[in-house]
Structures are given as C-alpha cells and as structure tokens.
C-alpha cells in the first residue's frame, strides 16, 4: 500500500483550457472525497463517493467542475473553461467506509491558470 | 452554525520546549476530533483522533492531544519540540453518527515555527 497517489503534481494551463486531475485511492477504502485548498487555509470540501456513487456535492463545484469514480477504484476531478479563480491546491483523499476513520491524503494536484 | 477555531496563526518555540497548538470546536452533540499536520506542497497527513474514552490521545511522532468537554476544546501538544515539527497544523471535527463528509469541518491550520 503505497497511499492516496495524485497526478499530475503541478498542472499549468491557460484561462478557458480543461484539465483534468487523476486520484488513485488506497486499495481497501471506499470512501473518496475531493478538496481544494486555497494558500493559509484549511480544506475546503468538493464533492464525495462511495465506491462508483457520488454522494454529496459542495455548493462551490460549479457546473465547470465534474467528478468520476466510474468502477469504484480511482476518480478523475474535471474542471472546464478554466478561470483563474481555480488556481488551487486539489487534494484527494480516501477512507475506510466508517465516520472514525480518517481521511488518507494525497500529495494534491497544484492547478495555476494563467 | 458549527465551527472550529484555530486562534493561533502562528505558534514560535524553541527545540526542546513544550508546544501546545490550540484548536476549539462549536458542534453538537459529541463530535469526532482530528489533527493532521501538512509539510510544504504536501497533503495532509493523520496525526491522532479522539472518538471516545481517554480524554488524552496520543498520536504520530510523540504528539497528543487533551479533549476537554467542558471547554470544547481539543489542543495538541508535544513535550519536547523538534526543529523537524515545523509544519502547518490542522483540527478537525466530525460530528457523530453522521455519515455525511461535508460535514467534516476544517480549522483554518496554525503554522508551527520551531527554532533551533
């Protein structure tokens, strides 16, 4: 088990170009969430699955932002026409599929929008 | 509204002395308690958490943490402090028996500075 595995690490791109981000979660977990983390503040929540259903859906995941876990294992967070509002941390995280458990983070994608 | 409060932004100690990092908590009910510490361009990394019981918790790299209903407050602490311990520190707070993850709530961190 090497962990919650995020790619790619830095991603640049121009205003009104889609990116698109990859987490891979650890094996065992079925619960995945999604967090951006702006520079001196905390994580702020995105969007959540468990196993291959999306859940929940935070208020700041515009109709630009998409999210899938299509078999249950990893997920991919797109955001369209980027702006540069978006420039962010975007963190992945995983756990067991119980409220104690912690959430397990990745390394995060840095998205610049130039 | 539910809430967690790190008052500190900044948090300065010298190697070797005790550190306390503050976090306290305006949720219902008894919540979960999490602290994670986050190193630069890195995600945040498990540090302990209080579910029930012990009222002190310990955790990852000689940190604990001393739950205190009274005062709402969940602070984490480290007798002696490391240079190596420099590092943004998170609280967080799951209320029980929810299964919702939007409501975990973060702190806005504290930025521990430990001076050789």
């Known amino acids: 088990d090497t962990g919650v595995s995020q790619n790619p690490r830095h991603k640049i791109t121009k205003r009104g170009q889609n990116v698109t981000f990859r987490c891979d979660p650890i094996s065992e977990h079925n619960r995945l969430y999604w967090y951006r983390q702006t520079l001196g503040q905390g994580p702020e929540f995105l969007t959540y699955?468990?196993?291959?259903?999306?859940?929940?859906k935070s208020r700041l995941l515009s109709d630009r932002f998409s999210a899938e876990r299509p078999k249950g294992s990893f997920s991919t967070l797109e955001i369209q026409r980027t702006e540069q509002g978006d420039s962010a941390m975007y963190l992945c995280?995983?756990?067991?599929?119980?409220?104690?458990?912690?959430?397990?983070f990745g390394n995060g994608t840095r998205l610049t929008v130039t | 509204a539910q809430s967690v409060a790190q008052p500190e932004d900044q948090v300065n100690v010298a190697e070797g002395n005790p550190l306390t990092v503050k976090c306290t908590y305006s949720?219902?009910?008894?919540?979960?308690l999490f602290w994670y510490v986050q190193y630069p361009n890195r995600g945040l990394q498990f540090l302990l958490k209080y579910i029930t019981g012990d009222n002190l918790v310990k955790g990852s790299y000689g940190f604990e943490a001393e739950f205190n209903k009274s005062q709402t407050s969940f602070h984490l602490k480290k007798p002696s402090a490391l240079v190596s311990d420099s590092a943004l520190y998170f609280c967080a707070v799951r209320p029980p028996f929810h299964s919702s993850a939007s409501k975990i709530i973060f702190g806005s961190g504290t930025r521990l500075s430990i001076r050789p």
């Open positions: 949720v219902s009910g008894n919540p979960y």
């Open positions: 699955f468990q196993n291959e259903a999306q859940l929940e």
């Open positions: 995280a995983s756990s067991l599929d119980e409220s104690r458990s912690p959430l397990h």
